[in-house]
């Protein structure tokens, strides 16, 4: 069992930073891969970024690379989304998400077995 809970959301003007931070609970925190999706409103929730468990890998959608960064601390049982060059497209409720499968699965919201509650980013024009 793994409980997660996201912080560092808030609202912020076109082309400032924020970064999100997802802490969990339990040892088995670093056998998980992580992931960030987000669902903005009236959309379907979109897989944003992922590491894997020992933090050697990272994939992101297309829309973010190049803005934003994931990475994790295993000793703090914490990942962390750097975001960025914000856009007013980026607002949405972001999550942070465990998985146990790997790396390559990681844009599949089935794939993960644990949730957060979830931060508000927005992005004012």
Request: with cysteine.
């Given at each position: 069992?793994?409980?997660?809970v996201e912080s560092g959301g808030g609202?912020?003007?076109?082309?400032?930073?924020?970064?999100?931070?997802?802490?969990?609970?339990?040892?088995?925190?670093?056998?998980?891969?992580?992931?960030?999706?987000?669902?903005?409103?009236?959309?379907?929730?979109?897989?944003?970024?992922?590491?894997?468990?020992?933090?050697?890998?990272?994939?992101?959608?297309?829309?973010v690379k190049g803005r934003f960064t994931?990475?994790?601390?295993?000793?703090?049982?914490?990942?962390?989304?750097?975001?960025?060059?914000?856009?007013?497209?980026?607002t949405a409720v972001y999550y942070c998400?465990?998985?146990?499968?790997?790396?390559?699965?990681?844009?599949?919201?089935?794939?993960?077995?644990?949730?957060?509650?979830?931060?508000?980013?927005?992005?004012?024009?």
């Amino acid at each position: 069992q793994v409980q997660l809970v996201e912080s560092g959301g808030g609202l912020v003007q076109a082309g400032d930073s924020l970064r999100l931070s997802c802490t969990g609970s339990g040892r088995t925190f670093s056998s998980y891969v992580m992931g960030w999706f987000r669902q903005a409103p009236g959309k379907e929730r979109e897989f944003v970024a992922a590491i894997s468990s020992s933090g050697d890998n990272t994939y992101y959608v297309d829309s973010v690379k190049g803005r934003f960064t994931v990475s994790r601390d295993n000793a703090k049982n914490t990942v962390y989304l750097q975001m960025n060059s914000l856009k007013p497209e980026d607002t949405a409720v972001y999550y942070c998400a465990a998985s146990p499968q790997h790396l390559g699965l990681a844009d599949f919201s089935s794939e993960y077995d644990y949730w957060g509650q979830g931060t508000q980013v927005t992005v004012s024009s």
